[in-house]
């Protein structure tokens, strides 16, 4: 079968997610959620209060530091320097936040993809079952193995803001996408790693689907846009549409 065109997969991976809550009715998930909630919403509180200090105090610094005699300018410059540190913590949130939370949840996720699995194809279907401490290993070696790279990418796309207006934008964009990317695949694995495949064999799957694990990812940050309930429920409501998304895939022909 044809591949789906990338902004196909962008769309289905964001679709995913108006599936998610009639599946945790529908399969009784609901109490898989609670946990994982409540421990995410502690870090993200913790994470968000640490990152705005140190923005706070970065934006200041740099704005006594640089000084220029035309108003104009400086209100310019000021400006620059404001939505930078905006976009720079923006980035450094979700960017510590995915990774951190996809680690320390990541048995209690996969326990979430277990159980959706379970649920929607039986017990039969499953065919690894990592436990605790191996679900965490996994959850750091592929969260890890990527932070370079988004790193160097995100750094890339936060230079773009330096130019006015329009670079703004493309930084924006950018961080976003590349965040989405990366924090789609962490989401697929989950199924993925009870489905019995490798981490490089998961890592092949996801990157044969980049819109998808696009979409999956857009959907996650947009739910962490909304304070306290995102929080709280971007992880775990990742988790089942990404898993929704990659049985999808998996049940689909050659």
Not at 143 to 166: A, H, K, M, S
Request: proline content about 4%; aromatic content about 14%.
């Amino acid at each position: 079968m044809a591949r789906r065109s990338a902004i196909s997969q962008i769309f289905s991976g964001l679709g995913a997610y108006l599936q998610v809550p009639r599946a945790l009715f529908r399969y009784g998930l609901w109490p898989f959620q609670f946990l994982p909630a409540v421990i995410s919403l502690i870090l993200s509180l913790a994470l968000f209060f640490v990152f705005y200090l140190a923005a706070d105090g970065f934006s200041a610094w740099m704005d006594g530091l640089i000084e220029v005699p035309w108003a104009w300018l400086d209100k310019t410059i000021s400006m620059s320097i404001a939505i930078l540190t905006f976009l720079a913590l923006l980035a450094g949130f979700f960017f510590v936040h995915k990774h951190l939370v996809l680690i320390v949840l990541a048995p209690f996720l996969g326990k979430i993809a277990e159980e959706t699995l379970k649920a929607v194809k039986g017990d039969a279907f499953i065919k690894s079952d990592l436990g605790f401490a191996k679900a965490l290993a996994r959850g750091a070696k592929i969260n890890l193995q990527y932070i370079v790279r988004e790193l160097f990418t995100n750094f890339l796309f936060l230079l773009c803001g330096l130019i006015p207006v329009l670079g703004s934008a493309i930084s924006a964009a950018g961080m976003f996408l590349t965040q989405a990317r990366f924090l789609g695949y962490g989401l697929m694995d989950f199924p993925l790693e009870n489905r019995g495949l490798s981490v490089p064999e998961s890592d092949s799957f996801v990157k044969e689907r980049k819109g998808l694990s696009i979409g999956l990812g857009s959907g996650y940050l947009l739910l962490m846009m909304i304070p306290i309930v995102g929080w709280m429920f971007a992880p775990t409501f990742g988790t089942v549409a990404g898993t929704l998304k990659a049985l999808e895939e998996l049940e689909q022909p050659e």
